[in-house]
């Protein structure tokens, strides 16, 4: 895996992760979840970058936040916060690890 939180795991905690885990290849404006709306995985972009998008009243989108390879997105998700803040969409095609959760 290609993730660098991921690899960073100690054998144990990711022997207890690996189940749950899934490498999927993902195309260019893929939106992985929505503001407002539950996350259902947590996403560790591996290959490719998502960016986290939000849309205030005005109706134009700014980019908060680009997630690569050294990060993760969703993880609120797994702490018991799954309503999203923001939208998360795939700027670069390439392989995410998705963990259901």
Same mark, same amino acid.
Do not use: M
């Given at each position: 895996m290609n993730n660098l939180l991921?690899?960073?795991?100690?054998?144990?905690?990711?022997?207890?992760?690996?189940?749950?885990?899934k490498i999927t290849p993902f195309k260019q404006h893929t939106v992985l979840?929505?503001?407002?709306?539950?996350?259902?995985h947590v996403y560790f972009p591996s290959g490719g970058v998502v960016s986290l998008v939000l849309t205030p009243e005005s109706g134009e989108m700014i980019e908060a936040a680009m997630v690569g390879s050294d990060g993760v997105v969703g993880a609120s998700a797994a702490l018991d916060?799954?309503?999203? $803040?923001?939208?998360? +969409? *795939?700027? $670069?095609?390439?392989? +995410? *690890?998705?963990?259901s959760i």
């Open positions: 991921l690899r960073q795991l100690g054998q144990d905690d990711f022997g207890r992760l690996e189940p749950y885990l979840f929505e503001a407002e709306r539950e996350i259902e916060g799954r309503i999203s $803040l923001s939208r998360g +969409i *795939v700027q $670069l095609a390439g392989d +995410i *690890v998705i963990c």
